[in-house]
């Protein structure tokens, strides 16, 4: 008993030790980036800002930083990458979980292995074939990546498919449905818990990806907010208030995601991220 | 024995015969069917992940910079050179630092995981802050840590205000420090997904093991080690691997941070470089294809020491 009244007040004081941890960081930057310019170089890190509503630095990166550029990208980058990798990451787990065909095992091995395959190295080969492909500079890079080097979703689908009962299937094949009605009107509409996890957390990976679009997308015009945010180092060097505006303006949508899908995350990320 | 296999012989050679006139449209579209769903998806499954492992493998033996239509053939130069020019190697040992990091950031992985799996008020904020930051942007992150690790910034501010103004250090300029600074804010980074695995591994373990563990009278302790943490073995083996090989492949955080600089280099940024910066295609395809034996062996260790632990989703 004495043993236990020591430790719980320790508990809480490491709780409350990593709690300061993970919010120092993040609200120094948000103090930084409410301040002047002058404000920001004549006062600490943990001075309050004299005006909490001076918006000016977010304005500057919105703006001369390129930021809503960013977003557009991002944007249109992650829609076009996650109907790709639903429509073929369904399909695929359609005729792995729904077929007996030879060839059926290589194929999953095929997936498997190529878990392993830490990807950044590799690009310095698959670098030449998106290139031979025309796709150098182009939103079909990061597209065609995006969707075709996409995993774990198969495994989700995988593994939520088995638990549809199959004979929903044979019933429709009476009725005399082909395969693709079944997968389009049957299987398609059932998998959409599934399908809510993969967009989740391949949302949130596709949406916090540097390297490809650093490397494949060196434009100006197609920065996404990674690179735009990066690019920030050079012309903003030490101007850390609009820099620190950046962050905050990046990390704001991951957060509010957070908050309103908080249960889905923790669901999809112990599923997907054991890949 | 002989006799046996003669005389079963005749009727087993038969059978495959006799299906064959019964095969019809249907049956050969059915063996079309499967791929014509997979075509997609394994095709650029191929294109973009077998194909380039395949061609690192050729370009590793040349000298191709990448630009040029010739290259020369080099034989296993570009693998001698890795392991004998001291600026290539070197950087192997720069992912020590992350893979002790890791180890801390498991244990203490572990031990969130195990106080916030029993009752605790403000679970839910808890668990939440814990996993945030492994959401956040990576160059977001850099950026934090970079204005955190700031000369006079919020480190050396806290530690002036506790009274460790000693320990004062330039944070990511020393050569002597910039890798613990660099895997502190991985630890930071990675923290939550190790946590949120754990956790949800404990969560799986039956609440009745712990009442009848404490109705024979064991002590918390006794609960953690003899109950969670055989309950959660196969998550701790697949951190393990996640730790050693994402550890042997960091790129991002010092990538976005230091560039590299002051001797932060990782073995990745060093083959990206090669590769991208200074047009030896040859010799980085060289470099990637260490790493990936490396990691493969590792993989392979793994599934020897745990075989029924395979590193997949189940």
Not at chain 2, 100 to 111: E, H, T
Request: net charge positive; charged share 10%; aromatic share 14%.
């Amino acid at each position: 008993m004495t043993l236990r009244a020591l430790l719980t007040p320790g508990k809480y004081l490491t709780l409350i030790l990593a709690v300061l941890f993970t919010f120092v960081p993040l609200v120094v930057i948000v103090i930084a980036s409410l301040k002047t310019a002058s404000e920001f170089a004549t006062t600490g890190p943990f001075t309050p800002p004299g005006n909490w509503l001076n918006l000016a630095n977010y304005a500057t990166a919105f703006t001369q930083g390129g930021m809503v550029l960013g977003f557009v990208n991002t944007a249109l980058i992650m829609a076009a990458s996650l109907v790709g990798t639903i429509l073929l990451g369904t399909m695929a787990a359609y005729a792995i979980d729904r077929f007996e065909f030879r060839g059926r095992g290589v194929v999953m091995a095929l997936f498997l292995i190529a878990t392993l395959i830490p990807s950044v190295t590799t690009q310095v080969a698959t670098f030449q074939i998106v290139n031979a492909m025309g796709l150098y500079n182009t939103r079909g890079a990061a597209i065609l990546l995006f969707m075709g080097t996409d995993i774990v979703s198969i495994y989700i689908f995988i593994q939520y498919m088995s638990t549809i009962s199959k004979s929903l299937d044979e019933a429709a094949m009476l009725d005399g449905a082909n395969r693709w009605t079944i997968y389009w009107r049957i299987i398609l509409p059932l998998l959409r818990p599934a399908i809510a996890t993969a967009v989740i957390i391949k949302g949130i990976a596709m949406y916090n990806e540097f390297y490809i679009p650093f490397l494949y997308m060196p434009d100006k015009d197609l920065a996404v907010l990674s690179t735009s945010l990066f690019n920030f180092k050079g012309p903003f060097g030490a101007q850390w208030e609009v820099i620190s505006a950046g962050t905050v303006l990046v990390i704001l949508p991951t957060l509010v995601i957070f908050l309103v899908l908080q249960k889905q995350i923790y669901a999809g990320m112990t599923s997907g991220a054991t890949k | 024995m002989s006799s046996v296999t003669q005389l079963a012989a005749p009727p087993v050679a038969a059978t495959p015969a006799a299906p064959r006139p019964r095969t019809t449209r249907r049956t050969v579209l059915s063996k079309v069917l499967p791929w014509l769903f997979l075509i997609l998806p394994v095709g650029l499954l191929l294109l973009l992940t077998y194909l380039p492992a395949a061609n690192m493998v050729g370009y590793s033996f040349t000298n191709w910079d990448g630009l040029s239509k010739t290259s020369r053939n080099v034989g296993f130069n570009n693998y001698v050179r890795i392991f004998t020019d001291p600026d290539l190697f070197q950087v192997f040992f720069v992912s020590g630092y992350y893979l002790v990091g890791a180890f801390l950031q498991m244990g203490l992985a572990l031990y969130f995981a195990t106080v916030l799996s029993f009752k605790v008020r403000l679970a839910g904020f808890f668990k939440g802050v814990l996993f945030f930051p492994y959401l956040i942007n990576g160059v977001a992150i850099g950026m934090v840590f970079l204005y955190f690790f700031e000369p006079g910034g919020t480190l050396d501010t806290v530690l002036n205000g506790l009274g460790l103004g000693g320990l004062v250090h330039q944070w990511l300029g020393d050569p002597d420090v910039v890798n613990y600074s660099l895997a502190g804010a991985s630890i930071w980074r990675y923290l939550g997904l190790n946590f949120i695995l754990f956790l949800g591994a404990i969560q799986s373990i039956p609440g009745e093991l712990y009442e009848a563990a404490s109705i024979d009278g064991a002590t918390r302790w006794q609960q953690f080690w003899y109950i969670i943490v055989p309950g959660i073995r196969r998550i701790i083996g697949l951190s393990f691997i996640l730790a050693i090989s994402g550890s042997l492949s960091v790129f991002e955080i010092p990538y976005i941070m230091t560039g590299g600089a002051n001797g932060s280099m990782t073995f990745v940024i060093q083959t990206v470089n090669t590769a991208f910066k200074f047009h030896k295609v040859g010799l980085a395809s060289a470099m990637a294809i260490v790493l990936l034996l490396i990691v493969l062996v590792v993989t392979a260790i793994q599934r020897k020491i745990f075989p029924d632990e395979k590193v997949d989703l189940s």
